[in-house]
């Protein structure tokens, strides 16, 4: 009886497992290989497609031959069942969309569905699946439908707050989200889930994903694009659920936004958003450009409001313009253009998105539940992370449509709760977070050492207490959602690894996790590979920096007694020009003294440093004594000159094969390298301060973790603290 329903369940269901590599890695040894082959003789209904590359003679001369092949486990061996000549190779993408669409030509009947690696099952749900292909011929609309979507469950919510963060924001978009882009927005897509397809309705229109490499880095969404576009319906239906794994650190969770923002990013510059734009109704319209790429649009907004606001309150302070408006209005008695110039600026920093999940949560569980779970996830630093996840997305999205170059960035979804190094969580944020975060803090204490309308402690907090926690949110939450990140001995370690890694030098085959330089040069491959027109609007962007510095310099008291009018003030900051001319010089001689001076000519290279130290403090001690400098002047100037340098960093490697032909590039390189060494001490200085405090690293477990995870962390604590005893 078994035998006869194995037989039955085989002629209607088939199990094909893809994996490309199979191959090379059963040629090599490779122990997956082997566990591989054990799933397929313990499980005699699973197949297993890979690609065969091999060399074969023609005409006299071998050439690389690629076949897509199907297997079997027969008798502890895998046993060939059918190989198919493909007219080159199929790897034009990543490795994803290339595994379904070189398999789907071995799969049967008429429904198929897919399943991702870190998806599950459940017994019950299985019993279901009948119901669900009756789908397939229900009415729903004015087509039958073509793909079948599921909602999921997210069962790795329990591992701690991030985990739980996640989760819940994932469970939102599964189900109440999907519920409603399905029914009545009408503009659902498919979006990696396990979604059941018309295999005859997509085998014959290009497959069920898009392998081309680069703009379809979210490859499954473009199956729901290719369906629509040719006339489909996709439905989504509640009855039955999968089980899903998602990321459950912070590391991988910002790699995972940073993947789906690129592919956002990749989206919006596609022909097949085009064409659905332009081919659905009005509202269709606005349905499909919210629920794709407007989510990240109107993010990337959002930050942009925080500088412009920004901006303009320091430009209107630095020129004068806004104690102009303030003397006016008291003048004339006008209260409300007084008031209007001092109004805060609040931003939902990423706080909307919690909206979707508090309303997933008191649907399926009640409203007092949900508001229990907010009141929790806001104790346990919920803000703090969906505004430093804010910042993932609009920075991948917006580096994504300027240069384009988006890549696949690859998570593991493993579980990976563990302590990670400062200079991994630097590689990692320093661009997206960390850099931004530093200039959003030097326009704020410039505006509270020059603004005219907050010059009281707390019209000035009421002004920019948003943008405070945006930046330390920024700066500060990857260290603080660190496991151990207040740890002391991890802190030591830490520092070692950092100092070690961005003091060692880079070139051929050494890798960016071991070398500042290459991870230096790696960061600048979106630069490399973008036209003219985005290494324009990188200088252009620049430029910032430039009337910045103006508005500082022309503020300083040594400038005040020199300075009558306009043209007196732009030379003054043309001569603030000198300065950074000098030190540019300075770096030269002394990049080039190490590079080209022998042990022999070290007495002469120590010699011309200490007659530029000594010049360079008759300088400053003559600027004090003639021109009136002070010490504030001093640094006012370090405020001016610092992102001066950086803007010229950034218009330096914007113009890299100019500045590599005028031979300036180890300079660059230098005063990057200066850059990194600063930023990195200021981030770990207050986790320092922090860590000498052992609450505060006790805190952190108990806030941050479940209590199982908590004592595991303890009695690791207490192992490693009996290991360095013995």
């Excluded at 295999?199 to 369906?227: C, M, P, Q, V, Y």
């Excluded at 004068?320 to 253009?337: F, H, R, T, V």
């Amino acid at each position: 009886m078994y035998a006869r329903l194995e037989a039955v369940a085989d002629l209607k269901f088939t199990y094909v497992a893809t994996c490309q590599n199979y191959g090379n890695q059963k040629r090599n040894g490779d122990r997956r290989a082997t566990d591989i082959l054990n799933l397929m003789v313990n499980n005699p209904s699973l197949r297993v497609a890979y690609i065969d590359e091999v060399e074969e003679r023609e005409g006299g001369r071998a050439q690389k031959v690629y076949y897509s092949v199907l297997v079997k486990g027969v008798d502890s061996l895998d046993q060939e069942i059918y190989r198919i000549k493909l007219p080159g190779n199929a790897k034009l993408g990543e490795g994803k969309p290339e595994n379904q669409n070189h398999a789907l030509i071995f799969t049967r009947g008429e429904a198929l569905q897919t399943i991702d690696m870190n998806q599950d099952n459940y017994l019950e749900e299985a019993f279901k699946m009948r119901n669900l292909l009756e789908e397939f011929n229900e009415d729903h609309g004015v087509r039958p439908p073509t793909i079948l979507g599921v909602r999921e469950h997210i069962f790795t919510g329990s591992v701690s707050s991030l985990a739980w963060f996640m989760s819940n924001q994932e469970t939102s978009f599964v189900t109440i989200g999907q519920r409603v882009l399905a029914r009545p927005l009408k503009v659902r897509f498919h979006y990696g889930h396990p979604d059941v397809f018309d295999r005859i309705f997509h085998i014959t229109r290009g497959g069920i994903s898009k392998g081309s490499r680069g703009i379809n880095l979210s490859e499954d969404i473009f199956a729901g694009f290719n369906s629509t576009l040719r006339r489909g319906n996709i439905t989504h239906h509640e009855y039955i659920q999968v089980g899903k794994g998602r990321d459950v650190g912070l590391n991988q969770i910002s790699l995972f936004e940073a993947k789906v923002a690129c592919g956002n990013g990749e989206q919006t510059l596609s022909r097949d958003i085009y064409r659905l734009g332009h081919r659905f109704d009005f509202f269709r319209m606005l349905s499909c450009y919210f629920t794709t790429v407007g989510f990240y649009f109107s993010s990337m907004l959002v930050v942009f409001t925080v500088y412009f606001f920004l901006y303009g309150r320091l430009y209107l302070s630095l020129s004068g313009l806004e104690q102009a408006i303030l003397k006016y209005a008291s003048a004339k008695g006008n209260d409300p253009l007084k008031a209007a110039m001092a109004s805060q600026s609040i931003v939902q920093l990423g706080v909307l998105t919690v909206l979707p999940m508090v309303m997933e949560i008191g649907l399926e569980r009640g409203f007092r539940t949900a508001l229990g779970d907010i009141i929790i996830m806001q104790l346990q630093l919920a803000s703090v992370f969906f505004t430093f996840s804010l910042g993932t997305r609009v920075h991948y999205f917006g580096r994504t449509i300027l240069h384009g170059g988006a890549k696949y960035r690859a998570t593991g979804r493993g579980f990976v709760v563990r302590h990670e190094k400062f200079a991994e969580n630097y590689r990692l944020y320093s661009r997206s977070h960390f850099v931004k975060g530093l200039e959003l803090m030097v326009l704020l204490i410039c505006y509270k050492i020059y603004g005219s309308a907050a010059i009281g402690a707390v019209s000035y907090a009421l002004l920019s207490f948003s943008m405070w926690f945006l930046v330390l949110s920024w700066l500060f939450a990857p260290f603080l959602l660190n496991p151990s990140g207040f740890e002391w001995q991890k802190i030591v370690e830490d520092w070692e690894d950092w100092s070690k890694w961005i003091s060692c030098r880079g070139g051929i085959g050494v890798p960016s996790v071991k070398s500042w330089e290459s991870w230096w040069e790696e960061e600048q491959e979106h630069l490399r590979h973008t036209g003219f027109m985005g290494c324009l609007v990188e200088i252009i962007l620049s430029i910032r920096f430039f009337i910045y510095q103006y508005g500082i310099v022309y503020h300083l008291n040594m400038t005040t007694s020199i300075r009558q009018g306009i043209r007196q003030s732009i030379v003054v900051y043309c001569l603030s020009w000198l300065v950074i001319v000098a030190v540019l010089i300075i770096l030269k001689i002394v990049s080039m003294g190490r590079m080209k001076f022998s042990a022999d000519f070290q007495l002469m290279f120590r010699l011309v440093k200490l007659v530029m130290f000594v010049g360079s403090i008759v300088t400053i001690a003559m600027l004090f004594y003639f021109l009136d400098l002070t010490i504030g002047d001093i640094f006012q100037s370090i405020l001016a000159f610092v992102p001066t340098g950086w803007a010229l960093l950034q218009i330096s490697q914007a113009c890299r094969t100019v500045v590599k032909g005028i031979g300036m590039w180890g300079s660059v390189k230098a005063l990057a390298r200066g850059y990194e060494y600063m930023m990195g001490v200021l981030l770990f200085a207050p986790i320092t301060i922090l860590a000498w405090f052992p609450f505060v690293s006790e805190f952190q477990t108990r806030l941050l973790f479940n209590q199982a995870f908590s004592r595991g962390l303890q009695i690791q604590r207490i192992l490693a603290g009996s290991k360095m005893q013995a």
